[in-house]
């Protein structure tokens, strides 16, 4: 598995534990056992479950190996960013922001913008591969928000889990056997007639403890794919409060 496969899911954590963390860096020096937090998921099924609960996000939102092989794609995007935190992580002046974002759905990291920030405008390419700054977290966290239905089947490790609620669920993770580590992110996916609609997520590249909710809703569809319309990330330990949010106004796809 590359690294970048990896990071494809795992920046989600990442985000969700850098905006959470900015005033306690000190603890994450003590990364030990102690630290870890686990997803409380329950008894693992199997293999075979989680396969079929991919299959039938696949149906839904299209095929990843499609997706993998479309040209570059457009998106216009209205983010709100309430939490404090999450602002200066992605350097941002205001709340709200207006984002255009480009990029191959095939190529991890490579973007053309424009950010709109108040009366400010920033736009350019960048390459986060090489240089991940507060806008090329902004970008990458973006579209792994809105990419997650189609990049979910490249984490080697899953397994089903009983639905809740009528919503099914399946269990990823990087490492075998699934034991809280340093090492690897845990993560739950929920879809519901398909459509991917709740991720939890452990967030370890920043902080072992975290644990943070994304939720999806509503449906935009492009050349036989179905992305979400709203995006956003919870911090279930301050009550749930919103930490960012982002709503697709328009996407297309363009020549490469």
Same mark, same amino acid.
């Given at each position: ?5 990896r ?16 005033g ?46 479309q ?44 950010? %709109?920030?108040?009366? %400010? ?12 700054d507060?806008?090329?977290?902004v ?6 928000l ?39 992110? %845990? ?9 991917? &609609? ?15 909710? &994304? ?42």
């Open positions: 598995m590359t690294p970048i496969r990071g494809v899911l795992r920046a989600l954590g990442f985000l969700c534990a850098l905006v959470l963390l900015l306690v860096a000190a603890l994450v020096v003590f990364r030990t056992d102690l630290l870890l937090a686990s997803l409380d998921v329950g008894p693992l099924g199997s293999e075979a479950d989680a396969q079929h609960f991919l299959d039938e996000v696949g149906a839904f939102h299209g095929a990843p190996e499609r997706w993998a092989s040209p570059a794609i457009e998106m216009k995007l209205r983010g709100s960013v309430p939490f404090t935190p999450a602002r200066l992580a992605f350097g941002l002046e205001e709340s709200d922001v207006l984002l255009t974002l480009r990029f191959e759905p095939g190529v991890h990291g490579v973007y053309d913008y424009t950010l %709109q920030d108040g009366d %400010q405008t920033r736009r350019g390419r960048v390459d986060t591969r090489q240089d991940r507060a806008t090329g977290l970008l990458d966290s973006v579209r792994h809105f990419e997650l239905p189609f990049v979910a089947a490249s984490v080697p490790y899953r397994r089903g889990l009983p639905s809740v609620a009528g919503r099914r669920r399946a269990f990823f993770t990087w490492g075998d056997p699934p034991t809280a580590t340093s090492a690897y992110d %845990q993560i739950v996916v929920w879809h519901e007639g398909g459509q991917v &609609v709740r991720m939890d997520t452990t967030g370890r590249d920043i902080a072992p403890f975290i644990v943070a909710r &994304v939720e999806w809703d509503g449906r935009v569809e492009l050349g036989g794919f179905v992305l979400p319309r709203r995006a956003a990330v919870y911090n279930d330990g301050r009550d749930g409060a919103v930490v960012h949010a982002w709503a697709l106004i328009s996407a297309e796809f363009t020549p490469k």
